[in-house]
C-alpha cells in the first residue's frame, strides 16, 4: 500500500496526461484514435499512449487526445485523424509510437502533415 503523499504525488504526475484527453475547445487540435477491436489488435493502445506522452512531453499546449470507435479501415489500423484548427482531418495508417512522435514534430507542431502515413 502507498501512503497518502505517494498516491497525491502520482496524482500530480497524471494530471497533465488526463487534461489532454478531455473536452476539447474550439480552436484546438484534436487528436482521434481508432480503439475499435481491431485498432487494438493492432497496437492502438500504445498509439493512444505515445500521442498523450509526446504531448505532455513536449508541453504542448490546446491539443486533445480521444478515444474514438472503428475509424472504418480494419486493414490499416492502428489508425489516428489529426484535426488542426480549421484545416481539413487527416487520418494516418498503420501507426507506431515512432511514427507517432514524427507526426506531432511535423503535423501537430510543424503544421505539414507527414503525407506517407495518410491514408490513401
Known amino acids: 500500500m502507498k501512503s497518502i503523499a505517494d498516491i497525491n504525488a502520482i496524482r500530480e504526475q497524471m494530471k497533465s496526461k488526463v487534461l489532454i484527453r478531455d473536452n476539447t475547445k474550439e480552436g484546438e ?4 484514435v481508432g ?9 492502438a ?6 500521442f498523450v506522452d509526446e504531448v505532455s512531453t513536449r508541453v504542448i ?5 480521444s ?6 479501415q480494419c486493414d ?4 489516428a485523424q489529426v484535426v488542426l484548427p480549421g484545416a481539413a482531418p487527416v487520418t494516418y495508417a498503420a501507426l507506431t509510437p515512432a511514427k507517432v512522435k514524427e507526426i506531432v514534430e511535423k ?3 510543424g503544421g505539414n502533415a507527414v503525407t506517407e502515413y495518410i491514408v490513401k
Not at 29 to 32: I, K, Q, R, S
Not at 61 to 65: E, L, Q, S
Not at 67 to 72: A, I, N, P, Q, T
Request: one cysteine or more.
Open 61 to 65: 499546449k490546446n491539443v486533445r487526445i
Open 45 to 50: 493502445v500504445e498509439v493512444f499512449n505515445a
Open 76 to 79: 490499416k489500423e492502428p489508425m
Open 29 to 32: 487540435t484534436h487528436v482521434f
Open 67 to 72: 478515444r474514438v470507435d472503428c475509424l472504418g
Open 107 to 109: 503535423h501537430i507542431l
Open 35 to 43: 480503439m475499435g477491436t481491431c485498432g487494438i489488435q493492432a497496437g
